[in-house]
């Protein structure tokens, strides 16, 4: 009687953590089922990367295959086997590469990434700090620099995420525009929260706080510089889906703590992949300040540039992202009733 006691006990104990929603004892069996999963999915799959595109391309930008790495640094060199579908019509992984330079060498920077996707900093089309050049130089989303940069994504196989000024009518938004490695337009944001005068004299402010789209399996969202200091938008991307947040900036001196500090924690307390792409010039008074990153859902800094121009690079695995989300519950172990009042 004694033991069946005892059993019922033990019994309601699990159901009571259950209950709860904690699951503590059993995350270390979820982790390990997740990468049980992912070993077989490696297992299966031919020890090649897959490139974001049409896989049914066989063009040497667009191909199921190995990276071309002669003349790169070591860390281009990598090869990494991605896991995907059964049907392999989905990959679950790609290269990421920060252009953190000019306009002008972007071209070459794209080129030279060995990656799938390229992003580039705010505003990279024109210059940030311009003042009224800004609305002389917008464009709309579809005008002659989306053309250039479909033309580029076209010709390399590699997405491109960049910042430009975008003219809608009376209106001028700073922007960032997603284009997929055959041309399209896939995604288009504009800056939701502006920046003190150097915004708010000469934008407005976007209305959209969650523009993403899928670039080869993965769910990449957009957000701006300034955005990213929010954590409410940076968790809404979450919830949303979004796997791999991309964001263009035009982080000066002497706020590298953003880049060094916030980001990293911006991507593990809402569990995704975070690319910040900065400058490093200056314009009238500001110093851009560098310090690009490409962050892991754990906060671990995969990549990170120093102060000068520079090309980096990382890999973006949702595998990994899956074993980050089953080991960092935040997200599982919200209380969202609890936080009604924030959004007053």
């Given at each position: 009687?004694?033991?069946?006691?005892?059993?019922?006990?033990?019994?309601?104990?699990?159901?009571?953590?259950?209950?709860?929603?904690?699951?503590?004892?059993?995350?270390?069996?979820?982790?390990?089922?997740?990468?049980?999963?992912?070993a077989l999915g490696r297992a299966r799959t031919p020890r090649s990367r897959h490139r974001v595109g049409d896989l049914n391309n066989k063009?040497?930008?667009?191909?199921?295959?190995?990276?071309?790495?002669?003349?790169?640094?070591?860390?281009?060199?990598?090869?990494?086997?991605?896991?995907?579908?059964?049907?392999?019509?989905?990959?679950?992984?790609?290269?990421?590469?920060?252009?953190?330079?000019?306009?002008?060498?972007?071209?070459?920077?794209?080129?030279?990434?060995?990656?799938?996707?390229?992003?580039?900093?705010?505003?990279?089309?024109?210059?940030?700090?311009?003042?009224?050049?800004?609305?002389?130089?917008?464009?709309?989303?579809?005008?002659?620099?989306?053309?250039?940069?479909?033309?580029?994504?076209?010709?390399?196989?590699?997405?491109?995420?960049?910042?430009?000024?975008?003219?809608?009518?009376?209106?001028?938004?700073?922007?960032?525009?997603?284009?997929?490695?055959?041309?399209?337009?896939?995604?288009?944001?504009?800056?939701?929260?502006?920046?003190?005068?150097?915004?708010?004299?000469?934008?407005?402010?976007?209305?959209?706080?969650?523009?993403?789209?899928?670039?080869?399996?993965?769910?990449?969202?957009?957000?701006?510089?300034?955005?990213?200091?929010?954590?409410?938008?940076?968790?809404?991307?979450?919830?949303?889906?979004?796997?791999?947040?991309?964001?263009?900036?035009?982080?000066?001196?002497?706020?590298?703590?953003?880049?060094?500090?916030?980001?990293?924690?911006?991507?593990?307390?809402?569990?995704?992949?975070?690319?910040?792409?900065?400058?490093?010039?200056?314009?009238?008074?500001?110093?851009?300040?560098?310090?690009?990153?490409?962050?892991?859902?754990?906060?671990?800094?995969?990549?990170?540039?120093?102060?000068?121009?520079?090309?980096?690079?990382?890999?973006?695995?949702?595998?990994?992202?899956?074993?980050?989300?089953?080991?960092?519950?935040?997200?599982?172990?919200?209380?969202?009733?609890?936080?009604?009042?924030?959004?007053?």
């Amino acid at each position: 009687m004694r033991e069946s006691t005892a059993e019922a006990s033990v019994v309601q104990h699990f159901w009571s953590l259950s209950i709860q929603g904690r699951f503590y004892l059993f995350r270390p069996l979820l982790v390990g089922l997740v990468l049980l999963v992912a070993a077989l999915g490696r297992a299966r799959t031919p020890r090649s990367r897959h490139r974001v595109g049409d896989l049914n391309n066989k063009s040497p930008h667009n191909c199921i295959g190995l990276h071309r790495t002669e003349g790169l640094p070591r860390s281009y060199a990598t090869i990494r086997p991605y896991p995907r579908s059964e049907t392999a019509d989905i990959v679950v992984g790609m290269k990421v590469a920060v252009h953190q330079g000019s306009y002008a060498k972007l071209p070459a920077a794209v080129a030279a990434s060995d990656a799938d996707l390229v992003v580039a900093a705010e505003m990279i089309t024109t210059g940030y700090h311009i003042g009224a050049r800004s609305h002389a130089l917008a464009e709309p989303a579809d005008g002659p620099t989306a053309a250039r940069m479909s033309a580029l994504a076209t010709e390399t196989g590699v997405a491109l995420a960049y910042g430009y000024p975008e003219r809608d009518g009376a209106h001028v938004y700073n922007s960032v525009q997603l284009i997929g490695p055959g041309g399209r337009r896939l995604a288009n944001y504009r800056k939701t929260h502006l920046f003190g005068d150097i915004d708010r004299s000469w934008f407005e402010p976007g209305t959209e706080a969650v523009v993403r789209a899928d670039l080869g399996g993965v769910s990449v969202g957009l957000v701006i510089c300034y955005d990213v200091e929010f954590p409410e938008l940076v968790r809404a991307h979450a919830l949303a889906g979004t796997e791999l947040l991309l964001v263009p900036t035009a982080l000066m001196s002497p706020y590298e703590l953003v880049a060094d500090t916030l980001v990293p924690g911006r991507a593990y307390e809402s569990q995704l992949y975070v690319v910040y792409a900065n400058r490093c010039d200056t314009e009238q008074e500001l110093t851009y300040c560098g310090r690009s990153c490409v962050v892991a859902p754990t906060g671990e800094v995969l990549a990170r540039a120093g102060a000068g121009p520079e090309l980096i690079s990382a890999d973006v695995d949702r595998t990994a992202l899956l074993v980050s989300r089953a080991e960092n519950t935040h997200l599982a172990d919200r209380r969202p009733e609890l936080y009604r009042g924030l959004s007053a």
